[in-house]
């Protein structure tokens, strides 16, 4: 049985940061691509930081430069730094695993950035 499993975020000041963390079992977590993507109230789901097999990494151009994903394959986590985190960056964030059709998702951690 696959589970990705969130955690952290929570409530945080604009400008401050926060790292979001997916444990990840039952898949081969080396060769899958992971990412992170977030859904706001009314809002579809958008793809946030991805990270390839390789450790090639792609971002949203509204995270680039204070969003960092990086994953440990030792430790079957992949991470997402969040630095500046900005009002609008208030969503769900969900962790998702692929690999060609093969796509799983996580339950979402909730990250709300307000003073």
């Known amino acids: 049985q696959v589970q990705l499993v969130e955690s952290g975020g929570g409530l945080v000041q604009p400008g401050g940061s926060t790292r979001l963390s997916c444990a990840a079992s039952?898949?081969?977590?080396?060769?899958?691509?992971m990412g992170w993507y977030r859904q706001a109230p009314g809002k579809q789901r958008e793809s946030v930081a991805t990270?390839?097999?390789?450790?090639?990494?792609n971002y949203a151009d509204s995270v680039k430069g204070r969003f960092t994903i990086s994953r440990d394959n030792a430790k079957n986590t992949v991470y997402l730094q969040m630095n500046n985190l900005k009002p609008e960056d208030t969503a769900v964030y969900y962790c998702?695993?692929?690999?060609?059709?093969?796509?799983?998702w996580g339950q979402g951690t909730q990250v709300t950035a307000s003073s």
């Open positions: 039952g898949i081969i977590f080396s060769i899958y691509e």
């Open positions: 998702n695993a692929r690999l060609n059709i093969r796509t799983f």
């Open positions: 990270v390839t097999d390789g450790g090639s990494t």
